[in-house]
């Protein structure tokens, strides 16, 4: 074997080893943009879930199919802070499509990050929803930030609220900050967040029937 023939195997070889390397690389960006663009469209789905279901939820604040139910609007709201609202409301129930008339309690609340250790993201929380007296249940929607603002018939917000109903709120707003609870290469950077806001939520029932 020739002297040229050992340079050709040579520069073969690390023609070779530069081709492997370069789609190793295409490879390696081909699964990074996918597990990106799935985290992403988990991170929007999930975003859409919660707001469907806060919204639907907050708007019912105060109502009863039946309203002789509900005698004081203004009292609706039993307890409210800035990641938790407790208040009175006719959840649907089988059969009874707009509510069955008898007042139910709707709780929301933050827990914290203690509680959810079984996803790699530090910074997820459990949304909790809870009816009546139930046991407490929470849904792990990669929900990192849930705050409310009240807003008091003037449209000023309510530094101090009052110990007990009625809290004088006339209008809420929703701030959501949503991640993906298990991020590709546990990146969970601020530009990998989804933030959402509802300005000024209206509750009619509130004041209206």
Do not use: C
């Not at 609202?85 to 914290?112: E, N, R």
Request: aromatic share 10%; glycine share 8%.
């Amino acid at each position: 074997m020739g002297f040229s023939a050992l340079l050709d195997i040579l520069g073969s070889t690390i023609v070779g080893g530069l081709l492997l390397m370069i789609l190793l690389r295409m490879n390696d960006a081909a699964v990074e943009n996918n597990y990106l663009y799935s985290g992403e469209r988990i991170v929007q789905q999930n975003l859409v879930e919660v707001v469907k279901l806060l919204e639907y939820d907050l708007r019912k604040i105060g109502y009863s199919n039946n309203w002789q139910a509900m005698p004081v609007p203004a009292n609706a709201i039993i307890q409210a802070d800035s990641n938790r609202i407790h208040f009175l409301t006719d959840i649907v129930a089988t059969g009874y499509p707009y509510g069955d008339g008898v007042l139910d309690t709707l709780k929301y609340y933050l827990g914290p990050t203690s509680e959810l250790t079984s996803t790699p993201n530090p910074y997820d929380k459990l949304l909790y929803r809870v009816v009546n007296n139930a046991t407490p249940a929470g849904s792990n929607l990669g929900i990192t930030q849930f705050r409310l603002t009240y807003y008091d018939a003037n449209g000023d917000t309510i530094t101090t609220m009052p110990a007990s109903p009625p809290l004088g709120i006339a209008a809420i707003q929703i701030d959501l900050s949503i991640e993906n609870p298990a991020a590709y290469g546990n990146d969970y950077s601020a530009d990998k967040r989804v933030i959402w806001r509802q300005i000024r939520l209206p509750a009619r029932n509130f004041t209206l029937r």
